[in-house]
């Protein structure tokens, strides 16, 4: 008997939407009830690349914006062989955080590299099954004690990172086809209930029959 694939599943949105506690709290429950999953997040610090790019977010060295933007996708290629051996061996993969960080977060600065050179680096990277985007208002992300003090977390540029999603999720809506749609999920509300919206679409996706090969890029 062959082993399903592991569901691929990428958790984004802007600062402060409570991702990577949802994402912890998910992975947790998924194991609990016998679906094995691995967490896994971008950037990932721990590792040569992810150390220059944590140096970089806490001002600790410049860089000039589209090597930074290569750095951040170069951490994402480094676990490439790691992404596609976890979901062949049959477990699934819960990201905080993939390529459309990646493209957001350099879309959105000032005079920075123009959208189209953004999305460039990304192409070919496993895809993931399902998308999920956890929308936060601007209110709500204030009452959760404001922004820490990294690069960008600046009220104004988050407003245009929200954007530059918006964007995103619009482009690949439109694309259709092998683009499988974005879940929007608003956080404003209680942890447990954001939670309990996030579990039903996962498990139900991890129900899915999948493609036995890698998900395409
Ligand atoms: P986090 O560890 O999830 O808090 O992410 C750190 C910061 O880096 C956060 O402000 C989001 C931003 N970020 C995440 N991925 C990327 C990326 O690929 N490119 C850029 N420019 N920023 C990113
Ligand atoms: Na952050
Ligand atoms: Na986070």
Redesign the pocket.
């Known amino acids: 008997m062959t082993t399903k694939r592991g569901l691929f599943v990428v958790l984004e949105g802007m600062?402060r939407a409570g991702?990577?506690s949802q994402c912890r709290r998910l992975v947790d429950h998924l194991n609990s009830i016998g679906h094995r999953t691995e967490l896994m997040?971008?950037?990932e610090?721990d590792s040569a690349i992810g150390s220059l790019i944590g140096q970089y977010?806490g001002r600790k060295i410049e860089l000039d914006d589209h090597a930074?933007?290569l750095l951040?996708?170069a951490n994402?290629w480094e676990f490439r062989p790691h992404i596609l051996d976890t979901l062949a061996s049959g477990v699934n993969i819960v990201c905080?955080?993939y390529?459309y960080?990646?493209i957001a977060?350099?879309a959105a600065k000032a005079d920075g590299p123009d959208f189209h050179w953004c999305c460039q680096p990304e192409v070919g990277l496993p895809a993931p099954d399902l998308k999920i985007f956890l929308s936060v208002s601007p209110e709500a992300q204030a009452s959760r004690g404001g922004f820490g003090a990294?690069?960008?977390?600046v009220a104004d540029f988050q407003r245009r990172v929200g954007e530059a999603y918006a964007r995103l999720m619009r482009l690949e809506d439109q694309a259709g086809g092998s683009c499988p749609a974005w879940l929007t999920i608003n956080a404003d509300g209680a942890f447990d209930e954001v939670q309990q919206q996030l579990a039903k679409a996962v498990v139900a996706a991890i129900d899915c029959p999948r493609s036995a090969g890698p998900p395409a890029g």
């Open positions: 600062d991702k990577s997040r971008f950037p610090r977010l930074v933007h951040f996708s994402r905080d955080r390529a960080s990646g977060f350099t990294e690069r960008y977390e």
